[in-house]
């Protein structure tokens, strides 16, 4: 299947601290982009969704000025965590699409672990 | 209600054993079905797609009742590798989203 790269892994910071994660397809050209993020035992919630060149469309209850996000090709996506917290320590993972059709598969990235002291 | 629910689980089965998951999903105009598969700290990977007719992949089957809005995973022969948390995933609706359910956890045990 397709790669999907996440940098960094894993980043610890401090509260009032920007973070930024990046996730490349690494061999497909990602048209769509999705950001999800994963509390301890609990599922996936879908953060935003990206298409390359537009402005994100942000989920019911994610602040779009705290989680900014860029998608500024169709290889790269970023998600910055702006002034963090410790209730924004999380697993975040990033997937991506090409075309968009409904059989397309969702290719996801390794995740990154984010930890708010 | 949750738009997919599973049983959270643990499922603690024995080496060899037969288990099953079941999940339910709430939009009835969801398109595609399948199960991922996660293990701890990694991202989900996709295990099968779920049709109507039933398909199996090896020692994996999976079902959809699409009237009763129900899916299904079948793993006979349990290996220790199989443990993990299993992830109903529903697609569908507006913007065509994948919708996760919480997952069951399996543990097989030697």
């Known amino acids: 299947g397709a790669v999907v790269s996440q940098h960094p892994s894993r980043v610890i910071c401090k509260s009032g601290t920007s973070v930024k994660i990046e996730c490349r397809s690494l061999d497909f050209q990602a048209t769509t982009m999705f950001w999800y993020r994963q509390f301890p035992k609990q599922s996936l919630m879908l953060m935003a969704t990206?298409?390359?060149?537009?402005?994100?469309?942000?989920e019911q209850g994610v602040e779009k000025d705290k989680f900014l996000i860029n998608h500024a090709s169709l290889t790269l996506s970023t998600l910055t965590v702006t002034s963090a917290h410790p209730e924004d320590s999380s697993f975040y993972i990033c997937s991506g699409i090409s075309g968009g059709g409904r059989t397309d598969t969702q290719y996801f990235g390794p995740g990154t672990r984010l930890t708010v002291l | 209600r949750k738009e997919v629910e599973q049983d959270p689980g643990p499922f603690n089965v024995p080496e060899g054993a037969t288990v099953a998951f079941n999940c339910t999903y709430s939009n009835s105009a969801s398109q595609s079905f399948f199960w991922y598969r996660q293990d701890c700290r990694k991202e989900p990977k996709l295990l099968m797609s779920?049709?109507?007719s039933g398909n199996e992949d090896g020692r994996f089957t999976a079902q959809l009742n699409r009237a009763s809005q129900y899916i299904s995973l079948l793993i006979r022969d349990s290996k220790l590798s199989d443990s993990a948390t299993y992830l109903c995933v529903v697609r569908g609706g507006a913007g065509n989203m994948l919708t996760f359910g919480g997952g069951t956890r399996l543990m097989v045990k030697p």
């Open positions: 990206s298409n390359e060149g537009s402005k994100a469309t942000y």
């Open positions: 779920v049709y109507s």
